[in-house]
Antibody, heavy 118, light 108 residues
Framework: EVHLVQSGAEVKKPGESLKISCECSGYSFINYWIAWVRQMPGKGLEWMGI????????RYSPSFQGQVTISADKSINIAYLQWSSLKASDTAMYYCARAGGSYFLDYWGQGTLVTVSS | DIQMTQSPSSLSASVGDRVTITCQAN??????LNWYQQKPGKAPKLLIYDASNLETGVPSRFSGSGSGTHFTFTINSLQPEDTATYYC??????????FGGGTRVEIK
């Protein structure tokens, strides 16, 4: 059975760095893209970027290019989303999701809530 | 950058009603259009992929149609448990997976 399990909620201060994770199991990690999706409080879904763990090919949404870094470690089947300097506006729920076939997101993690506040 | 316009942003309907949501792309995206349901406090759930294919385990009252630039999502016979926000999502040849703005569906 496919599972995506994300790391726990984080509370950070502006300017701090952060790396959240998405541990994938139940399928061949290297053969499916993993997407990251942001949902700000009370708002809709925003696609941030996508990574193919097999060769670390990464595509970023123009809105998030340069703002975050997506990576994956195929030796342990984990995808990551990281920030070097958080802002209050990064406060949101972040989801990872597996992209099947023609990039439909068929399995989702439970979400990681990131709160950035001084 | 291909944009997705989803409408309406919200609707209220009675149990048993037929509900229709539309998504319009400003360029041809073939059938690379998917639909999700999100309930409060939960991760989104895939309902329809490639415009018209029902994901395994999803009730048959949900359906999707369309291709090119115009797409439709329908709930036949709305049920109380269908209260949620619904999103379309497209994939294009620039590898962008953009979501529509969402439609909040409530029961009257």
């Amino acid at each position: 059975e496919v599972h995506l399990v994300q790391s726990g909620a984080e509370v950070k201060k502006p300017g701090e760095s952060l790396k959240i994770s998405c541990e994938c199991s139940g399928y061949s990690f290297i053969n499916y893209w993993i997407a990251w999706v942001r949902q700000m409080p009370g708002k809709g879904l925003e696609w941030m970027g996508i990574i193919y763990p097999g060769d670390s090919d990464i595509r970023y949404s123009p809105s998030f290019q340069g703002q975050v870094t997506i990576s994956a470690d195929k030796s342990i089947n984990i995808a990551y989303l990281q920030w070097s300097s958080l802002k209050a506006s990064d406060t949101a729920m972040y989801y990872c999701a597996r992209a099947g076939g023609s990039y439909f997101l068929d399995y989702w993690g439970q979400g990681t809530l990131v709160t950035v506040s001084s | 950058d291909i944009q997705m316009t989803q409408s309406p942003s919200s609707l209220s309907a009675s149990v048993g009603d037929r509900v229709t949501i539309t998504c319009q792309a400003n360029e041809d995206i073939s059938n690379y259009l998917n639909w999700y349901q999100q309930k409060p406090g939960k991760a989104p759930k895939l309902l329809i992929y490639d415009a018209s294919n029902l994901e395994t385990g999803v009730p048959s009252r949900f359906s999707g149609s369309g291709s090119g630039t115009h797409f439709t999502f329908t709930i036949n016979s709305l049920q109380p448990e269908d209260t949620a926000t619904y999103y379309c999502q497209k994939y294009d040849n620039l590898s962008a997976l953009t979501f529509g703005g969402g439609t909040r569906v409530e029961i009257k």
